[in-house]
């Protein structure tokens, strides 16, 4: 009888040896502000991101995928929990308390969501997050000084289930007041923090969730950084950076600091058992922000729209995974529409672990995708931005949008400024087939609405919301059946 006790935890052991085994390591880095161009490899013709493309070489790039949303809280919302953001009332990032309540947000994201992390957690992961997190209140943090009597405290990253928390936390924040290079330092210091926590859990799966400060405002880069760029200076006698030089540099740090994390996995043997996720939270920003023109040089690419835009600039995102031996190598994938609301319920299912529950399942499984194979989403992707669009009228969005195959369809909720784009022959969203395609029209209006009233009420006007749709500039297509 022991004998036979004795074989059968053995087995046991095995099995869970085996099973672990297989498990990957994830390793999920998140950009901040980076656009769709921002990368050589995605076509950007003067910025040097060489490890970024090795990564893209080593695995697969993805040309068309999506964020939830064109700002950072509630992007990074539906990263973790699969689900639209704005079920959780998460509509912009979070400010102070009072800017909260003003736009009828909650002060942070549920700890008591289920989410990746609680999934991974359940799979028997070492969990992580390093950098910049965003996801409660307390804009004193950006701010760098004490926080307001009213502002308080939200829930930090342990509140979420993460093992470990490293700097940057709750926003990835201003640093000491006493160093104008914090930013400029910080994709050093987070990716020192991640080399240490795998190299403590190395003998078990890990997670580490490293969202980076960098290209955000405002950029301060050090001399050293700045030197592959000296060429862009205005002139030797210029007394100022020019806006070039500041964003290419950081981004070429940013992608320095990432490729001594990959040559760790390397040197630890490890490289080929970790699943790498490279994307950023939203779009660009736009050089009209106040304090933060400098990094309006960020690149979408061939798109129109920037952060805070439903158009393509502001939500599609460049998006790279590798996994050796488990995702295709060397390949770039044109047709796939991958969604972040996708990563929950991916990384869970190749973990192993079926996703907890949640209100609704807005992502999709696409881990099969990821493997090579090429098929079309099970159902639309949906959008909405409530607020405001600082810049250009050629960045104004509607206020919601649905994407359907080859079809983008953006509206305001009075079913005001309808417009509608075939993507495949015109990704920059100039020519609107509302007119012409009436049909397509009135079945992608229906579903957008029918998601719209699912969501929380919009907040009046008096309470910071948007302005009167009558008020967006843009042309108006006849009004939807």
């Known amino acids: 009888m022991i004998a036979k006790t004795l074989v059968t935890s053995l087995l046991l052991l095995c099995a869970a040896a085996t099973l672990a085994a297989e498990r990957p390591n994830i390793i999920f880095i998140l950009a901040d502000d980076l656009g769709w161009g921002d990368l050589a490899c995605y076509g950007h013709p003067q910025v040097k991101t060489p490890h970024l493309d090795r990564l893209a070489e080593q695995g697969t790039l993805f040309r068309q995928f999506y964020v939830a949303s064109p700002v950072c809280s509630p992007s ?76 308080g405290q939200g829930p930090t990253p342990e509140d979420y289930g993460f093992d470990f928390v490293g700097s940057g936390e709750p926003f990835g924040g201003a640093g000491p007041k006493d160093d104008p290079y914090y930013r400029a330092r910080s994709s050093r210091v987070f990716v020192d923090e991640a080399i240490r926590f795998i190299g403590q859990h190395s003998n078990r799966p890990f997670y580490v969730q490293l969202w980076m400060l960098l290209p955000h405002a405002r950029l301060n880069p050090l001399p050293e950084q700045l030197k592959p760029y000296a060429h862009l200076r205005p002139g030797p006698d210029f007394p100022h950076h020019s806006a070039a030089e500041l964003y290419l540099a950081s981004v ?23 699943l790498i996720v490279f994307t950023s939270d939203n779009g660009p920003e736009d050089i009209h922000v106040v304090n933060a023109g400098h990094t309006g040089v960020g690149s979408t690419g061939p798109f129109r729209g920037r952060k805070r835009s439903l158009y393509e600039g502001g939500i599609r995102l460049p998006f790279i995974v590798r996994w050796p031996g488990q995702f295709p190598a060397g390949r770039t994938d044109d047709t796939s529409v991958i969604s972040a609301l996708d990563l929950r319920p991916t990384l869970s299912t190749v973990a192993g672990v079926v ?21 079309g989403r099970t159902k639309p992707l949906f959008w909405e931005w409530r607020f405001p669009i600082i810049g250009d009228a050629v960045h104004q969005s509607p206020r919601i949008a649905v994407r359907e195959g080859d079809w983008k369809l953006l509206l305001n909720p009075d079913r005001s400024r309808v417009e509608l784009y075939a993507l495949r022959d015109d990704p920059t969203e100039l020519t609107n087939f509302a007119r012409e395609r009436p049909e397509v029209v009135a079945r992608l209006a229906t579903f957008a609405l029918s998601q719209k009233e699912q969501l929380p009420p919009d907040q009046p006007e008096s309470k910071g919301g948007p302005p009167p749709v009558s008020s967006w500039s843009g042309l108006k297509a006849p009004a939807i059946p």
């Not at 070429?252 to 970790?274: C, E, F, H, S, V």
């Not at 996703?355 to 881990?367: K, T």
């Open 76 to 151: 990074r919302a539906a990263f973790l929990t699969g689900e639209h953001p704005a079920r959780e009332g998460i509509h912009g990032h979070f400010g102070s308390i009072a800017e909260n309540s003003e736009r009828q947000m909650p002060q942070s994201l549920a700890p008591n969501r289920p989410t990746l992390v609680s999934d991974l957690k359940r799979a028997g992961y070492a969990t992580a997050h390093i950098g910049k997190w965003h996801l409660r209140n307390n804009v004193a943090a950006i701010l760098g000084r004490e926080p307001d009597t009213d502002e």
């Open 252 to 274: 070429t740090d940013m992608d320095q600091q990432i490729g001594r994390l990959l040559a760790t996995l390397d040197t630890m043997g490890i490289a080929d058992n970790t």
């Open 355 to 375: 996703p907890g529950p949640g209100r609704v399942a807005d992502g999709e499984d696409v881990s099969d995708i990821l493997k090579g194979k090429a098929r």
